[in-house]
């Protein structure tokens, strides 16, 4: 049995989900070999550390680790640092102008040699290539199929099962909010406003939207696959994008009219985002918080891949197809 002592920084939504996979899938990771053990979980306002692992039904339901949870007051970095560790699952909010905290939580856990596995983008959008390269320096391990298509798997997709395939392109619905407000707005007829207003009483847009509606999440999740998987050395500001906040009711109507849909669709390597009439027969016709992308290769033709791109236990699957790949599989996504 492979024991894997896992630090986790950053206790929210993913975070919480994080917890809870490990703790249902404690047996089938057994069954592949594996012991994961959460030594450490660290949030804003503390850590709790077990060196046995930390029970994950102390954690669950708390909001801050604060509520009589944290049984040290040491931060992430210093957490990452000082606690004995193989791996770091980074869950930190997405920052994509300066990538803190999580751009300094991966580089403390890189440089020390210890695995990382994260959903958070910021990092991946601000220093690719630089955290790639510090993994390779120090024999670590960076996974981060989360950050592009929440539990739909694409980047292990693209290095694993299409290995040997040149990869043409990947464009596709990247952004769950903006699908559900344009399937809204074209099967109820909805104008932008209300059914922004709908998505964000169902809690699947944020209250300040303009990080989803703007297309700057979807703009995000391009420079990492730009940089991942086609190895360019691209910036955020590389992207050309365009929101949805301009489409209304009657081009909906119209390209309905007409066999379309109006999509969100962010591209690469074109490094566009922008709204594209989609065939309703195109297998990218996805509606609701559906995420869907197509790849392009040279031997397989275009296959593509649909599921949720958020949730809780949804994106954790992908953190924990990552942890497990690490350890069950050959190092042949990380060639360069
Ligand atoms: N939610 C999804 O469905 C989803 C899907 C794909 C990717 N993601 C990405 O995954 C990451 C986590 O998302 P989330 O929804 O779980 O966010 P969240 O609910 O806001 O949770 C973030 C967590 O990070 C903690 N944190 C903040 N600053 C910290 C610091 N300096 N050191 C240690 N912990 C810190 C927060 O602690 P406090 O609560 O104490 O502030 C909180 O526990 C984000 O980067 C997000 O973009 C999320």
């Known amino acids: 049995m492979k024991e894997i002592r896992i630090s986790q920084v950053g206790c929210g939504i993913v975070g919480h989900g994080f917890l809870e996979v490990v ?3 404690r047996d089938m990771l057994r069954d592949l070999g594996l012991d994961l053990k959460i030594v450490s979980v660290t949030d804003h306002t503390g850590t709790i550390y077990e060196k046995n692992g930390v029970d994950p039904k102390k954690v669950l339901g708390v909001k801050t680790l604060a509520e009589g949870v944290a049984n040290s007051d040491m931060k992430g970095l210093e957490a990452i640092e000082e606690i004995e560790s193989d791996l ?17 939580h991966m580089e403390m856990a890189l440089t ?15 220093a690719f290539n630089r955290l790639k390269d510090l993994a390779g320096e120090n024999g670590a391990r960076l996974k981060y199929e989360a950050t592009v ?10 290095e694993r099962n299409l290995v040997g395939n040149n990869i043409l392109g990947i464009k596709g619905i990247f952004n769950g909010t903006c699908n559900y ?12 406003g209300y059914a922004l207003m709908e998505a964000q009483e169902l809690g699947i847009a944020e209250a300040d939207p303009a990080y989803d509606v703007e297309g700057i999440d979807t703009a995000a999740k391009m420079t990492i696959l730009a940089n991942s998987v086609f190895g360019m050395n691209v910036k955020y500001d590389d992207i050309d994008v365009t929101g949805i906040t301009d489409i209304t009711t009657e081009s909906l109507a119209l390209a309905r009219d007409r066999g379309y849909l109006i999509k969100l669709i962010g591209e690469v390597p074109a490094l566009t985002v922008k709204p594209m009439l989609v065939p309703r027969r195109s297998p990218l016709a996805v509606g609701g918080t559906l995420n869907a992308a197509s790849i392009e290769t040279d031997l397989s033709g275009t296959i593509t891949v649909t ?4 949730g809780s236990i949804e994106t954790a699957s ?19």
Not at 88 to 104: A, K, S
């Open 181 to 192: 407000i344009l399937t809204r707005m074209m099967e109820e007829g909805y104008p932008y």
């Open 149 to 158: 298509g929440g539990t739909m798997p694409l980047i292990s997709l693209v």
């Open 307 to 310: 599921g949720l791109g958020a």
């Open 112 to 126: 020390q040699g210890k695995n990382v596995v994260t959903s958070n983008k910021g990092p991946l959008v601000v």
């Open 318 to 336: 992908a953190i924990l197809s990552d942890i497990v790949n690490i350890y069950t599989t050959r190092n042949i996504d990380d060639r360069s």
């Open 88 to 104: 770091v699952v980074e869950v930190t909010p997405t920052n994509i102008d300066h990538g803190q905290p999580g751009l300094g």
């Open 23 to 25: 703790r249902r899938k």
